[in-house]
């Protein structure tokens, strides 16, 4: 039987409210979720930006494009795709970031999504970074490269830390055992924050040999008071 034949016996449903939709959310449910406006080309924050992560720290990322605010509802959706093992909401939110990617995609290389430690993934079933690069790796047409890098274990969790400690936290968490010469890559992640993490996972990929044009991640967490005039 044909694929289309198939698809019209098990068509499939948006994630969010089980209506039909031609892949991932559907129309409806991906408009509800709330954009980044005018977001800076460089660091991913709304502008005018008033202290860009950039300038507190060496910067290996020449571009940040998330663009979703990690707000109610998409955040409901991410914390499922990450504690309650709903692993299909991979593939719907790897289809979201696709289609907003456009151009920027353009000479890229390689998707590398960032790594989590073995244990925690064993505990988890997967690494949510991974399922969410692998359906844009596919809808571009160009590799996933997960071998030969690794993340390190023993350093508590990101989300319990201010930027100042996230940066710290993360000191030779990552570890690229590949050459990765010439290659222009982008990192893929679910959500960013301080940008520390990516920014981290860079430094280590361009030791390797690798230019970092950007990093991607569906949603960014904001903090008007800080960013913002």
Known sequence: MKFTSVARLFPEVCPRCRGATE???CGGCSAD???????CARCG???????CPRLDNPWHVGAIV???RYCVPLHHHVHALKFNRVRKLGRAFGLLLAERLGSLCEGIDGLVPVPMHPERVCRRGY???TEIARSVAAELSVPLMIRGVR?????PPQTALDARHRLKNLEGAFAVERSLQGLKLAIVDDVITTGATVNSLARSLRAAGAEIPAAWAVARTLSEKR???
């Open 227 to 229: 960013n913002r005039g």
């Open 66 to 68: 998330a663009p979703f």
């Open 45 to 51: 924050l709304p502008r005018p930006v008033t202290r």
């Open 127 to 129: 690494n949510q970074a």
């Open 151 to 155: 993340r390190f274990g023993g350093a």
């Open 33 to 39: 979720f709330a954009v980044v406006p005018d977001p």
């Open 23 to 25: 892949r991932g959310f």
